[in-house]
């Protein structure tokens, strides 16, 4: 009988990767927290009606990619494909957006039915931020200088590249859009089938084409920011002054675009050339206009998100870059007395020394083999206990990072004060 494999797209990520994982995770929690974000744990599956009517239903997302079923009672239910749409349908049902001001993050896995590629999977995990209450420029400058310190911690900040643009008001894209159509209804040889289609449902997103065959004919196109009011101006102008005058590097690339209406004024990407096709690490924008499109009242909001698998892939080229061990001490054990005082004094170690990461063996073997064990684990110290050591009340210890250490033998009250002064 064949083995079950896990689904195509939907990969497992194991132990050796993990560590990895938890550093970048715990590296986004503490600049999270230092900028005052609190958390939000959403369901991973909502009603199809909430992405039909945030993304639109005329949308590839909806249309080809969402995972979507009946479920008993009938009801049609979706795995999330992002977090946007889950995250402001529990602040409107919960009442949170009322006269408050809100900075929020989640994380979790999201799902789409996607060509797998690398960094691009059918279930993939996301930190996502969402703000809301907050018209001001000020919030976008901070969500840019947030993201810009994060990659500073994580050590990857030379190696990506901050993008923005501004989308305008609703209206303001109105008139654009116009011009824009009336640009490549001049140029139809030029457009590919994708461009076709879009000419008609999203015409700003034909600006983002992968397509180089295109690349002349979107040069040439109308621009955006042409028509742009004062309003849209100034506040994207203060952006730039924050960030000049922080020292964030941006550049304004203003072919990027969104393919949802409801976004307005600021978007943004983080980019890297480290990971071919798959250069976007962080994107985000202002999504004022989706609050009413859900049915609350007119409201501020400003959010990105960042997918882990991608962010991951760029840590794994840096050189120096230092995870925790799993474990940080090793217990030996050979023979029946040697494993019942060793329970006992792994126990003792994790009450006295509650950080400390202790892996006893329990699978037996010989002593060489469990050295071999000691050392793969990636502990600092084997501690070494026989019915030798245990008839004399002491227990031996070897540093396993230190070619030059001798193995030392040490009375049991005195290995956990040894240990702490060891870390």
Same mark, same amino acid.
């Given at each position: 009988?064949?083995?079950?494999?896990?689904? #195509?797209?939907?990969?497992?990520?194991?132990?050796?990767?993990?560590?990895?994982?938890?550093?970048?995770?715990?590296?986004?929690? /503490?600049?999270?927290?230092?900028?005052?974000?609190?958390?939000?744990?959403?369901?991973?599956?909502?009603?199809?009606?909430?992405?039909?009517?945030?993304?639109?239903?005329?949308?590839?997302?909806?249309?080809?990619?969402?995972?979507?079923?009946?479920?008993?009672?009938?009801?049609?239910? $979706?795995?999330?494909? !992002?977090?946007?749409?889950?995250?402001?349908?529990?602040?409107?049902?919960? *009442?949170?957006?009322?006269?408050?001001?809100?900075?929020?993050?989640?994380?979790?896995?999201?799902?789409?039915? !996607?060509?797998?590629?690398?960094?691009?999977?059918?279930?993939?995990?996301?930190?996502?931020?969402?703000?809301?209450?907050? =018209?001001?420029?000020?919030?976008?400058?901070?969500?840019?200088?947030? $993201?810009?310190?994060?990659?500073?911690?994580?050590?990857?900040?030379?190696?990506?590249?901050?993008?923005?643009?501004?989308?305008?008001?609703?209206?303001?894209?109105?008139?654009?859009?116009? =011009?824009?159509?009336?640009?490549?209804?001049?140029?139809?040889?030029?457009?590919?089938?994708?461009?076709? #289609?879009?000419?008609?449902?999203?015409?700003?997103?034909?600006?983002?084409?992968?397509?180089?065959?295109?690349?002349?004919?979107?040069?040439?196109?109308? /621009?955006?920011?042409?028509?742009?009011?004062?309003?849209?101006?100034?506040?994207?102008?203060?952006?730039?002054?924050?960030?000049?005058?922080?020292?964030?590097?941006? /550049?304004?690339?203003?072919?990027?675009?969104?393919?949802?209406?409801?976004?307005?004024?600021?978007?943004?990407?983080?980019?890297?050339?480290?990971?071919?096709?798959?250069?976007?690490?962080?994107? *985000?924008?202002?999504?004022?206009?989706?609050? /009413?499109?859900?049915?609350?009242?007119?409201?501020?909001?400003?959010?990105?998100?960042?997918?882990?698998?991608?962010?991951?892939?760029?840590?794994?080229?840096?050189?120096?870059?230092?995870?925790?061990?799993?474990?940080?001490?090793?217990?030996?054990?050979?023979?029946?007395?040697?494993?019942?005082? *060793?329970?006992?004094? =792994?126990?003792?170690?994790?009450?006295?020394?509650?950080?400390?990461?202790?892996?006893?063996?329990?699978?037996?073997?010989?002593?060489?083999?469990?050295?071999?064990?000691?050392?793969?684990?990636?502990?600092?110290?084997?501690?070494?206990? *026989?019915?030798?050591?245990?008839? #004399?009340?002491?227990?031996?210890?070897?540093?396993?990072?230190?070619?030059?250490?001798?193995?030392?033998?040490?009375?049991?009250?005195?290995?956990?004060?040894?240990?702490?002064?060891?870390?």
């Amino acid at each position: 009988m064949a083995n079950i494999q896990a689904i #195509r797209g939907m990969h497992d990520i194991l132990p050796d990767q993990t560590p990895l994982w938890q550093y970048a995770e715990k590296i986004i929690r /503490e600049v999270l927290s230092n900028y005052g974000y609190s958390e939000i744990r959403l369901p991973a599956v909502e009603k199809t009606e909430l992405f039909k009517r945030s993304i639109g239903e005329v949308t590839d997302i909806v249309e080809k990619e969402m995972y979507t079923f009946d479920d008993r009672n009938g009801d049609s239910l $979706t795995l999330r494909p !992002e977090g946007t749409a889950g995250c402001l349908r529990a602040c409107l049902e919960h *009442g949170l957006l009322h006269n408050q001001v809100h900075r929020l993050w989640y994380y979790g896995a999201m799902y789409r039915h !996607e060509r797998p590629q690398k960094g691009r999977y059918r279930q993939f995990f996301q930190f996502g931020v969402e703000t809301y209450g907050m =018209a001001s420029a000020d919030i976008d400058a901070e969500l840019l200088l947030l $993201t810009d310190r994060l990659w500073k911690r994580l050590g990857i900040r030379e190696k990506v590249r901050l993008q923005l643009n501004s989308l305008g008001t609703i209206a303001e894209r109105l008139v654009y859009r116009e =011009a824009l159509v009336a640009y490549f209804e001049q140029h139809l040889e030029a457009l590919d089938e994708d461009s076709l #289609r879009r000419l008609k449902s999203n015409p700003l997103r034909i600006l983002d084409t992968k397509n180089p065959a295109m690349k002349d004919v979107v040069a040439n196109a109308p /621009e955006l920011m042409d028509y742009l009011g004062d309003d849209s101006r100034q506040h994207f102008q203060t952006i730039l002054d924050t960030l000049t005058d922080l020292g964030v590097s941006y /550049e304004i690339n203003t072919r990027l675009v969104r393919g949802l209406d409801y976004y307005s004024k600021t978007v943004f990407e983080w980019v890297t050339d480290e990971l071919g096709s798959q250069g976007t690490i962080c994107a *985000g924008g202002r999504y004022d206009g989706l609050i /009413e499109q859900l049915g609350g009242k007119e409201n501020s909001a400003i959010g990105f998100a960042m997918g882990m698998e991608r962010l991951v892939l760029l840590l794994e080229t840096l050189d120096d870059i230092q995870v925790e061990n799993a474990v940080d001490v090793y217990l030996i054990r050979v023979g029946e007395q040697a494993e019942k005082v *060793g329970l006992r004094l =792994a126990e003792q170690l994790r009450t006295e020394l509650p950080t400390l990461k202790c892996q006893v063996d329990c699978a037996g073997g010989s002593m060489k083999s469990q050295f071999k064990k000691a050392d793969k684990s990636g502990a600092t110290v084997a501690l070494i206990l *026989g019915e030798n050591e245990v008839a #004399r009340g002491e227990i031996g210890v070897k540093l396993l990072r230190d070619e030059k250490s001798e193995q030392q033998n040490l009375a049991m009250s005195e290995v956990i004060e040894f240990l702490r002064q060891s870390r």
